[in-house]
């Protein structure tokens, strides 16, 4: 399959990458970090998914959006900017073979720190004072993986969309801040306006409940802490808002799906 | 069938025309030359053979299949060497000849194909480091996986030195011999003189030359002015030399005698004066070159060219 052969030696690309090495030393050290801090004091125990609750919260939806914006935001524009994309063209490779190659080959380097980041804090946990629950760490890995393969999806479409690594490279910074801070930033002062101004408008047909579950779904880090948190807690798909659950799963599919597409689009159409 | 089609192909960018109603056909099997100064609309054209630009109106058909909407099925037949191409920097030499291998879904082995193009000995290397001869006998290498029906070469001789030049005359010409078409662009006539059938000449988006080598040298005249001096030359003597076969012209004023020819006879030439007693003190010769009506082409006012 020709996605096969790109997505491969895109990772193999990636991987040898410095700012993935990087990246990856950085995730490991702040894990392994929050990890040793918030243990529990001597003579209690704690279990390994109140760890995966904490980093959920913060560090894999802070930094695995911006890991995976960083790898895969100049995927096809920088190659079409240097003119190695020439020589894959060269190659009986369609359009769309590039793209979803490069979907493909960035999300599995991005699983390298994913995985490489849980492995050293699970030592830690195993011979910590916890109970370590093998079967939802390794599930949350696979949810982190998840998450950063939406991102990588996002970038990869945005940069077959885009003629210019300059444009690659704010609309990446944009990205992350909009999903990252100002998605959070916004919403209270959101919550202030709707309660001053006695609800929401008539013409948005939605309660101020409703409008705030779709801000929170919509941000691709929000349907990861809906679905994850909902795994961690043992009751995704069983227990809780089950309706939000698969709303968030449909949400991060077509974050996963829907920028390629659109970057696919936009890509075929160019003259490189 | 041809191996390449172009009819009426036109490509406007913004405010450019960069190449302007073109007609063109390659015959399977010809070494075809591509010629024209930097600018001229050959890599456009190119670009448009490979479906990276689009022609604004006008067809394309390459080994049989439309350009456009066939471009995986003609891309596994071609092997491309692209002009302003860049390679994977963190890959190395096999890795690179490695991934077209695996591409094409070719059975050639990267070590034979690096040692053709005379890069083994850098196979382990990370291609970063390669100079832009290596870089070029890299992708060139890439463009031999799979033993393609058709070889597209974008000024290949960029980046190389004139010994890695002519090893690229050489493998064009072996990929020949196999019975590939070669489709090659240069700025230089030199580079393809040797071994090109048929060249086509570009200049500002339209073709204005397409002939066989040889076609092109008679349209130049293909003839040479020899100037001697000489002690003194009757009018026998110069009736002499017009008679020669091959001897176009001949005039002579005692001291001097002026004979235009093919290039052949300049030496029955001499050999004729200098039998009937004519001591040939010096002489020079001046040829119009293909060099010369190349710049002509490409130089001249465009008028006069296409008229």
């Known amino acids: 399959m020709s996605w096969e052969a790109i997505a491969r030696k895109d990772f193999e690309d990636a991987v040898r990458s410095w700012w993935l090495i990087g990246l990856t030393a950085l995730f490991v050290l702040l894990t392994s970090g929050i990890a040793y801090f918030v243990r529990p004091p001597a003579g209690q125990t704690a279990s390994s ?87 939802s760490y390794i599930g949350y890995i696979l949810l982190t993986a998840l998450l950063g393969t939406v991102f990588v999806a996002i970038a990869v479409g945005f940069s077959a969309a885009v003629r210019s690594q300059q444009l690659a490279t704010a609309g990446a910074m944009g990205l992350y801040l909009v999903f990252v801070p100002l998605w959070g930033a916004a919403q209270f002062p959101l919550q202030i306006y709707l309660q001053l101004s006695g609800g929401v408008p008539g013409w948005v047909p939605l309660t101020g409940q409703q409008l705030f579950r779709m801000i929170r779904l919509l941000n691709p880090t929000g349907s990861f802490k809906i679905v994850s948190g909902a795994f961690l807690n043992g009751e995704l798909f069983s227990g809780g808002d089950v309706t939000l659950q698969v709303a968030a799963i449909a949400m991060l599919l077509g974050w996963l799906s829907l920028p390629p597409l659109l970057g696919l689009w936009r890509f075929e159409q160019a003259d490189l | 069938m041809a191996a390449i089609e172009l009819t009426g192909v036109t490509k406007r960018y913004d405010d450019v025309t960069a190449v302007d109603g073109l007609d063109l056909t390659v015959p399977e099997g010809e070494v075809f030359g591509f010629l024209g100064p930097n600018g001229a609309g050959k890599s456009t054209t190119i670009n448009m053979i490979l479906d990276f630009v689009r022609p604004t109106t006008g067809d394309v058909s390459v080994l049989g299949y439309d350009a456009q909407r066939d471009s995986v099925a ?154 001697l001096t000489v002690d003194s030359a009757s009018s026998d003597d110069l009736d002499a030399v017009r008679a020669l076969d091959g001897v176009e012209s001949v005039s002579g004023d005692g001291g001097t005698v002026v004979v235009s020819c093919e290039s052949s006879v300049k030496t029955k030439v001499l050999s004729t004066l200098e039998a009937r007693g004519v001591t040939v003190k010096d002489f020079e010769t001046t040829e119009a070159s293909l060099e010369d009506l190349f710049l002509s082409y490409t130089e001249g006012q465009k008028q006069e060219v296409s008229a």
Not at chain 1, 72 to 87: N, W
Not at chain 1, 92 to 107: I, N, Q, W, Y
Not at chain 2, 129 to 144: D, E, F, I, V
């Open chain 2, 74 to 227: 003609v891309r596994q037949r071609t092997g491309v060497l692209p002009e302003g191409f860049d390679i994977y920097d963190r890959l190395t030499g096999r890795k690179h000849v490695e991934f077209a291998i695996r591409s094409k879904d070719a059975t050639d082995h990267p070590d034979e194909i690096l040692e053709r193009v005379g890069i083994a000995d850098a196979a382990d290397r990370k291609a970063g480091g390669y100079s832009k001869g290596m870089r070029q006998r890299l992708a060139l290498g890439m463009a031999l996986v799979g033993q393609p029906d058709l070889l597209i070469l974008d000024e290949p001789s960029s980046g190389l030195d004139p010994a890695g030049a002519k090893e690229m005359r050489e493998i064009v010409r072996t990929e020949a011999d196999r019975g590939a078409t070669v489709f090659f662009s240069s700025h230089v006539l030199g580079q393809v003189e040797a071994v090109c059938d048929r060249v086509g000449i570009m200049r500002e988006g339209t073709l204005v030359a397409e002939d066989s080598i040889e076609g092109l040298r008679d349209a130049a005249g293909g003839e040479e002015r020899l100037e």
């Open chain 1, 49 to 135: 998914n109140d760890i995966l609750n904490i980093l959920s919260g913060t560090l894999v939806t802070t930094l695995i959006p911006l890991i995976a914006l960083i790898m895969a935001y100049s995927a096809i524009v920088g190659e079409r900017e240097t003119g190695s994309l020439k020589l894959l063209l060269s190659l009986p490779h369609s359009r769309a073979d590039v793209v979803f190659g490069k979907v493909l080959g960035r999300s599995a380097a991005i699983a390298t720190p994913i995985v490489v980041g849980f492995i050293l804090p699970a030592l830690a946990l195993a011979i910590g004072p916890f109970t370590f629950d093998a079967g």
